[in-house]
């Protein structure tokens, strides 16, 4: 089965924002392939703003989070792979969703082969 964390991530962003709130990540800073500004991590974490009106061109699919931010003026395309991303909270009071441990798989997501297409009737110029 398909890690249910994406989908868990997607939908407490919607809710968070829906209630006008500022939806806040917080990433396992300790894992592969994370790029985030390593000079804001704590205790092995790092506790993102992904609002809109923080990050340009948030990208939130079944293999990781990416966006593009600026951290101290700098800009920085950040990169977050979906294991590494532990919850997501609303800044304002704190309320939102620890996601459950789950086993995640090295292989990317194997993208689903398109179907043949379909043999059927053919236009054919008559003279």
């Known amino acids: 089965m398909l890690p249910k964390r994406s989908y868990l991530l997607n939908a407490a962003y919607s809710w968070v924002a829906d209630n006008d ?16 500004p390593t000079e804001f991590v704590k205790d092995g974490q790092i506790v993102l703003n992904i609002s ?13 989070v990416s966006f593009e ?6 800009p920085m395309q950040v990169y977050v792979p979906i294991r590494a991303a532990l919850a997501l909270y609303a800044k304002e009071n704190g309320d939102g969703f620890v996601f459950p441990d789950e086993v995640f798989s090295d292989e990317p997501t194997p993208t ?12 054919k110029v008559v003279k």
């Open 21 to 36: 709130m500022t939806p806040y990540l917080l990433v396992d800073a300790e894992q592969k392939d994370v790029v985030i």
């Open 52 to 64: 809109m009106s923080a990050v340009r061109h948030l990208i939130m699919d079944k293999e990781a």
């Open 69 to 74: 931010a600026r951290f101290s003026g700098k």
């Open 112 to 123: 689903p082969t398109p179907a043949a297409p379909k043999k059927g009737f053919q236009l």
